[in-house]
Nanobody, 116 residues
Framework: QVQLVESGGGLVQAGGSLRLSCAASGIIGTITSMGWYRQAPGKQRELVATITNGGSINYADSVTGRFTISGDNAKNTVYLHMSSLKVEDTAVYYC??????????WGQGTQVTVSS
């Protein structure tokens, strides 16, 4: 099992920045990639960014150039640096980990609210 705990959400004005953190624990040696997803009210959960163990990174078009995903292996933590935030970035952000045999693990989610 893998446990994920997110932190760093909050309220920020449009144009501002936030950094989300996701700390992994448990059988972390089985993790092959981690990432961030988000879900806005009335919408489906969507991919924001992912990073693999090999360092390959993928971003949604809507956040490219504004968000940066990074990892700290020593701390078993993945970060999402969000800048130039827009009102439409408002959502619950979820940390995700993919492990061996395509097992998916999710954090509890952290709210990000961007005000105009």
């Amino acid at each position: 099992q893998v446990q994920l705990v997110e932190s760093g959400g909050g309220l920020v004005q449009a144009g501002g920045s936030l950094r989300l953190s996701c700390a992994a624990s448990g059988i972390i040696g089985t993790i092959t990639s981690m990432g961030w997803y988000r879900q806005a009210p009335g919408k489906q959960r969507e991919l924001v960014a992912t990073i693999t163990n090999g360092g390959s990174i993928n971003y949604a078009d809507s956040v490219t150039g504004r968000f940066t995903i990074s990892g700290d292996n020593a701390k078993n933590t993945v970060y999402l640096h969000m800048s130039s935030l827009k009102v439409e970035d408002t959502a619950v952000y979820y940390c995700n980990a993919v492990a061996f045999f395509h097992r998916n693990y999710w954090g509890q989610g952290t709210q990000v609210t961007v005000s105009s």
